[in-house]
């Protein structure tokens, strides 16, 4: 049975009329299109994307509730040490849009539903939360958290991508200062995104922050909160995070004070696979430290940091096809080259939704 989707019909007219392009033109190519304008009949993730192309724009714009410009785009998500923007660049933006246009596919495509997208409330326990997660995750504390957290959420039915740039486009880089990740929320087709600019821990961090938001089913994006909810709101979910991802019966057990300092945090770090910034922060939250050390060591962290981000600045920039296969959701792929395989959409349709060329395609049919 084909899927069709319920799109705006002012969206539609909107991005038509603005690209100029005549509707005699568009009723050769795309015979239904009146038919699309006047809501008679829903078209399907096929033909929306088709009309995209036909008018040069994203095919994400199109399923939007109401027409955007880039000067009225807002976004609320997570971000450098948590604070909001009020405007954003255009980098993000279009990144925002592939993944609402994967979603979009996605939606069309999976058939069940993950039951646990939006189970909470923020008026619900913090504890309630926190055992749900770690139901969903595991209690084990492993090597390599990241791998395992990632391949656990795939199979929990999250999809889940990581880029340092706007799709392949090397020019086009995601800047970390603006943004570390963000989750569009859907009970079918959840997306987690990861700025690959980050750290490792803190790619880490975004994860499981973002799937936290999963649980009380918030996306973060067009949301229109005020900026102290949405900080409260950030706040809420950092301390979900932390206790997941370090919890307080272990590091109270494994915290020596009469070890230095400096040294605690550097063997925590590594067995939590955490930066130091959130085993002090966990120390500080639990009083075990005084906030005197607490800003001072901060402070220290922090000068550490930007050295770090210095060196990594000069650094190459990797090995392609390697660094494709592991920004690139496997599932997602799979499903978009078995719709190809069933000549459900063309290769050309499937480059435009992965967002790679044929070298890019290649590699990831090939895998690992």
């Known amino acids: 049975m084909i899927q069709r989707l319920n799109v705006n019909t002012e969206v539609l007219s909107t991005y038509i009329r603005n690209s100029n392009t005549p509707i005699e033109y568009l009723r050769q190519k795309l015979p239904n299109i009146d038919k699309f304008l006047k809501g008679e009949l829903e078209p399907t993730f096929n033909q929306v994307y088709a009309l995209s192309k036909l008018i040069n724009i994203p095919t994400g714009l199109l399923l939007l509730k109401e027409p955007i410009s880039a000067s009225s785009l807002n976004v609320d998500f997570r971000t450098f040490n948590s ?12 990144t925002i849009i592939e993944m609402q246009e994967k979603q979009e596919f996605l939606k069309e495509i999976v058939e069940n539903e993950c039951p646990f997208v939006g189970i909470f409330t923020f008026d619900d326990d913090y504890s309630d939360v926190i055992l749900k997660a770690k139901e969903l995750l595991g209690n084990e ?10 391949k656990i959420l795939g199979q929990l039915g999250i999809f889940i991508f990581l880029n340092g740039k706007y799709k392949d486009n090397t020019h086009r880089p995601l800047n970390l200062n603006e943004f570390r990740g963000f989750v569009l929320s859907d009970k079918k087709a959840p997306i987690i995104f990861i700025n690959q600019l980050d750290s490792k821990t803190g790619q880490f961090f975004t994860l499981i922050h973002e799937f936290v938001h999963l649980l009380y089913g918030d996306s973060d994006l067009f949301d229109g909160e005020d900026s102290k909810k949405r900080s409260k709101t950030e706040a ?5 995070t932390a206790e997941i991802l370090v919890p307080k019966e272990l590091i109270s057990d494994m915290f020596d004070n009469q070890i230095d300092i400096r040294t605690s945090l550097d063997s925590l770090s590594r067995k939590f696979e955490v930066s130091k ?19 001072s060591l901060q402070n220290e962290l922090e000068a550490e940091f930007k050295l770090i981000e210095n060196i990594k600045k000069n650094s190459g920039g990797g090995n392609y096809h390697n660094n494709l296969l592991f920004r690139m959701d496997s599932n997602f792929f799979n499903h978009v080259n078995n719709a190809v395989q069933q000549n459900k959409i ?13 070298k890019g395609y290649k590699i990831l049919s090939r895998g690992g």
Do not use: H, P
């Not at 809420?236 to 979900?240: L, R």
């Open 346 to 358: 063309t290769y050309t349709d499937a480059f435009g939704i992965v967002g790679v060329g044929y």
């Open 277 to 295: 910034f959130v085993i002090l922060r966990r120390l500080y939250d639990l009083s075990m430290l005084s906030r005197k050390d607490f800003m």
């Open 83 to 94: 604070e909001l923007l009020s405007d954003i660049s255009s980098e993000l933006k279009d």
């Open 236 to 240: 809420i979910i950092n301390s979900i």
């Open 141 to 150: 504390i492993t090597r390599k958290r990241f791998d395992n957290y990632r």
